[in-house]
């Protein structure tokens, strides 16, 4: 079995060629090594090889390797990219770089609410359902568009953009891919502050070439790293 090192390697060369493929420069996506159910250990070795911003989806989980004695004094740069529950904001607000997974208005309302008790600026993201599938988190088109000024005025809170989870078929997610990045125009057009609105996740360790060509800035790798469970 290959290493994480060469892994990691292996993946950028990849994330390479389809930026060159898409006439992308290369530091226009970012990876996100997906490291939920992965030992503190695998992390630091990845983090060894050069990467630096990690993906965790349970927040139990995320703190316990947060507090690891392991990551002690290793700057990663943690995402939550799982569901997250209104109740469990409070427990990764001051600890993640950047929140992917804010799927109804409640839920942002809280992280406002938390950010102003923290006297914090949170980034964050709109998880969309581009698939349609109801075993899928995420708002729909429409209700992004129609929560968005709501959205826009919460304090210490930025909308930063959008994530989604696409169909496991490749000529649908690349689809679902190319949806997204049109909603986040259309979200551009209506936002007081459009520049702010740069990021799309979206790609996992199947289809992140076909999510780089449709314009992804982040791409959320995990098995390709680690391995499978």
């Excluded at 986040?184 to 992140?208: H, R, Y």
Aim: glycine share 6%; proline share 3%; charged share 25%.
């Amino acid at each position: 079995m290959a290493s994480i090192a060469v892994n990691i390697h292996d993946i950028q060369e990849q994330i390479k060629a389809a930026c060159l493929s898409a006439g992308r420069p290369l530091e226009s996506v970012r990876l996100i090594a997906v490291s939920k159910t992965k030992p503190a250990s695998l992390i630091k070795e990845a983090f060894l090889a050069g990467q630096i911003e990690f993906g965790e989806s349970y927040v139990q989980e995320f703190l316990e390797k947060y507090e690891d004695p392991i990551l002690e004094k290793i700057p990663v740069k943690w995402h939550f990219i799982g569901h997250l529950q209104s109740n469990k904001v409070r427990f990764i607000i001051d600890k993640v770089t950047l929140v992917h997974g804010i799927d109804k208005l409640s839920t942002a309302e809280e992280l406002s609410k938390r950010a102003v008790q923290h006297n914090l600026h949170v980034d964050y993201l709109l998880e969309v359902n581009t698939s349609g599938e109801t075993s899928k988190y995420g708002m729909q088109h429409d209700e992004v568009l129609a929560s968005a000024e709501t959205l826009f005025r919460m304090p210490n809170i930025n909308l930063r953009g959008l994530m989604t989870i696409a169909s496991p078929e490749i000529k649908k997610a690349r689809q679902e891919f190319r949806n997204l990045r049109i909603l986040l125009g259309e979200l551009k057009k209506i936002s007081p502050d459009p520049l702010k609105l740069t990021e799309l996740s979206m790609g996992m360790s199947g289809d992140f070439e076909a999510a780089i060509e449709e314009g992804a800035t982040m791409i959320r790798v995990g098995s390709a790293i680690f391995g499978w469970r």
